[in-house]
């Protein structure tokens, strides 16, 4: 395999900032014309694909940044119980609630809170978004089918092509007979 020029190491640099093929084009020093194509060429290319590969892989051990840890923190938002964090009785008055000591509460729980602040109102107590993390984590887990494939739009399209046809030759029958 070919060794990688200066122009591509840079190009992989910039991809490696923000993942944006376009704008690693241009900064990596490449005509700013049709930086979307050019981007998409050179990524087409094997031996930057393999690049950017290794540098990921040598990010994420760096990191300690992972996709299962990525998952593991969108379930402990998505999952996330009030009740760890947060105590109170019905019908109690305005005292009556209490919040949790930080200490006391568990990973998951602590990790879920996105916010905790003194108003004038008492303590004010906000999680992540619970709905935008079970959103990522279904589409994630392949729950969400957000997009039609060109496969099943076609065999939908046949299927009912071929209903069609059953029905007119059933009313064909019908009238002949």
């Known amino acids: 395999m070919r060794t990688l020029t200066e122009r591509e190491k840079r190009f992989i640099d910039e991809f490696l900032v923000d993942l944006n093929g376009a704008a690693a084009v241009r900064r990596a020093g490449y005509t700013?014309?049709?930086?979307?194509?050019?981007?998409w060429y050179i990524l087409k290319r094997p031996r930057i694909q393999a690049a950017i590969e290794a540098a990921l892989a040598e990010r994420?051990?760096?990191t300690a940044v992972s996709a299962d840890r990525v998952v593991k923190e969108l379930g402990?938002?998505?999952?996330a119980d009030l009740?760890?964090?947060?105590?109170w009785?019905?019908?109690a008055g305005k005292g009556e609630i209490a919040l949790k000591d930080s200490g006391a509460l568990d990973q998951d729980t602590?990790?879920?809170?996105?916010?905790v602040s003194q108003t004038a109102q008492g303590i004010k107590l906000k999680l992540h978004d619970k709905q935008q993390a079970l959103t990522a984590l279904g589409r994630h887990l392949g729950i969400f089918n957000d997009k039609l494939e060109a496969g099943a739009a076609d065999d939908l399209a046949?299927?009912?092509?071929?209903?069609?046809?059953r029905g007119a030759r059933s009313r064909a029958k019908k009238?002949?007979?």
């Open 83 to 87: 009740r760890n964090a947060v105590e």
């Open 32 to 39: 700013a014309s049709n930086s979307k194509q050019h981007a």
């Open 175 to 177: 009238d002949e007979g």
């Open 158 to 165: 046949a299927r009912l092509m071929q209903a069609r046809l």
């Open 110 to 115: 602590a990790s879920a809170i996105a916010e």
């Open 76 to 79: 402990r938002i998505a999952f």
């Open 60 to 62: 994420s051990e760096r």
């Open 89 to 91: 009785r019905a019908g």
